[in-house]
DNA sequence: TTGAAAGCGATACCAC
DNA sequence: GTGGTATCGCTTTCAA
């Protein structure tokens, strides 16, 4: 068994409660004394009990508060699958999880939101946005009020955040372009649908790709490229129009959402032969691949990210805000007919 | 927050240790009093609190202990990372946990380790066995004696486990086949290698293959079988053999251990073209798939299995005893050069 | 058959 | 500046 609080109270013939302060660096003790207790502390090799503290954190009962762009993007439903799961599991601990939905990516909307976070009290915050300067510092004054801040799925850089927990977009769209280069020996003439150019995910998975497709020596071209919005109609029409305006068109990287309205234009307009590769899981999508539409696809782990994210912050706020953790990168997981189900 | 024992006993007009006693199924209660008691619990819906219980529990801290048979398998290197990582975070909840090494798969020795593990007075085991009779009927015996037993990474059936905790080898299979068939459009001569005939899992993986390969119409043969018993230099001399004697083989499929081996081989006698399929990343499997000697390897989360096999242990220990959890199939995750770093 | 009380480890608050 | 003490929820032991 470990050391306790009263074993170092009792060696350094103070009480208790002096120990936690010292532990806790609160004024009201001698100098003298607390760097004596702190050096018993450190010899003894002391660390807190997690289960006493969270007993007695049950006083003041920790909540967080957590933002997702996820309105009309079922992308976001295992992540708060992942929410879900870690705040059952912390029930007991007490903790309370509440999430934010808004919609989109405008950088107003998000600043907006972090900052109605910021003042309804959290203990901490989980922040899936964007990392355009203005909401990079719009989170970086709230960190600085003292509420911790993980991101999730997208990182905001250089804000102070305690860490990241999300996928390597680039890693995503390397491994894409090797899977490929196993599967096809043809040339290819590639049409790209991402999601937003203004989204670094989207971008980092396109630039992963071509850079995987080079190093491969491939014999490809992009022929053209689009966004969805994270809406299949606009997939749909804008695939339709490309589909019909280059003819040579034999695969489609599809980066984001709207894997729906690609693939049901595809199937309108060349009922026949053409690659889809993808990126994630919804429900559309697994449907696609099971049924052979689409080729593979790359996954990120999103139920695993919610669950982090959490789990995360609340070590951290538990164990006295000590030191930042380790940033938690999901898989790059490879998903075909066989494996998604 | 949830409702506690305390306000149990106060509604009951009993005081908590009576409360205690019956919700643990202790005897000492009237038949009337436990029932009103059970019933005012389950109206108040009363679920206990893992940090109280944890606590009260150090007074009996809990140890696990394991069995591996992973002398000479590095395989089981990433279930022990697991089972330390494990161990660690539950350090502070009273949790240690002890590794049985042992070599191969001979009943004798398992059925041996399994008595003496079960004689040194664990809290509970996870064991990775053999699902052979003489087996299961030790583990049977040991678990009415009251120790409860995760299986991990393969199943002991009808056992009265409280779970399992492992991959599903079928599927393994399936999908190595399904990716093969996406890759690869020439007729094919496969070289089974596989661990050990008596091995469930091996066995599972290559029912899976030949399935797969069938359901997708593939134009296969298999030509040779062999087992390399775990040993690389068995593997080695095998597969020279074989390759020797088949020269139109063009496919190994590698069920289990003796990657290095068989690989050691093929650069020897075939030093050019072969599709090689390998399960499991040990450091020489990652070596062989990173430069392209290994087209791919179709893993199942070892260090998951660690962790998760400690993890069900433990809240099955902490909470009572109730109910048995659900098993934890890990993924079928399929590793190519460029995402297995 | 039941109640009362002492912990498990950490914290917060009131005295001195 | 410090010590003492009640508390978080649960278990266990000793009395009654």
Redesign the pocket.
């Given at each position: 068994?470990?050391?306790?609080?009263?074993?170092?109270?009792v060696r350094?013939?103070?009480?208790?409660?002096?120990?936690?302060?010292v532990?806790?660096d609160?004024?009201?003790?001698?100098?003298?004394?607390?760097d004596r207790i702190r050096e018993i502390a450190d010899k003894m090799g002391?660390?807190?009990?997690?289960?006493?503290?969270?007993?007695?954190?049950?006083?003041?009962p920790i909540s967080v508060g957590c933002l997702l762009p996820d309105i009309g993007n079922p992308f976001f439903k295992d992540v708060i699958a992942g929410f879900n799961h870690a705040q059952q599991e912390l029930a007991?601990f007490?903790v309370s999880v509440h999430i934010e939905h808004i919609e989109g990516f405008s950088a107003e909307t998000h600043i907006h939101a972090i900052q109605q976070l910021a003042k309804s009290g959290y203990s901490g915050l989980c922040l899936t946005t964007m990392d355009s300067p203005e909401v990079q510092f719009a989170v970086q004054s709230v960190i600085q009020q003292g509420v911790p801040v993980v991101s999730v799925n997208t990182d905001i850089p250089d804000t102070g955040r305690i860490c990241y927990v999300g996928p390597d977009y680039f890693n995503d769209g390397v491994t894409s372009a090797g899977l490929l280069w196993r599967m096809i020996k043809d040339p290819l003439r590639i049409l790209v649908v991402t999601g937003s150019y203004h989204i670094r995910g989207h971008n980092e998975r396109i630039r992963g790709f071509i850079s995987g497709m080079k190093k491969h020596g491939m014999d490809f071209v992009i022929v053209d490229t689009l966004e969805s919005l994270d809406s299949n109609d606009f997939a749909y029409n804008r695939t339709i129009n490309s589909l019909r305006k280059y003819h040579d068109i034999n695969c489609i990287f599809i980066a984001a959402a709207g894997v729906e309205g690609v693939c049901r234009a595809v199937k309108n307009v060349v009922p026949d032969f053409m690659h889809i590769l993808a990126f994630d899981s919804v429900p559309e999508t697994i449907q696609y691949v099971s049924d052979g539409t689409i080729d593979f696809t790359i996954c990120q782990e999103p139920e695993q990210q919610g669950y982090m994210a959490i789990s995360k912050l609340f070590n951290y706020l538990?164990s006295?805000n000590s030191q930042k953790p380790d940033d938690f990168i999901t898989g790059t997981i490879i998903k075909i007919a066989e494996n998604i189900g």
């Open positions: 068994m470990s050391v306790t609080i009263k074993e170092i109270a350094a013939g103070v009480s208790r409660g002096t120990v936690d302060r532990l806790h609160r004024p009201g003790v001698k100098t003298e004394v607390a002391f660390t807190p009990n997690r289960a006493g503290r969270i007993l007695a954190a049950r006083k003041q007991d007490g538990i006295g």
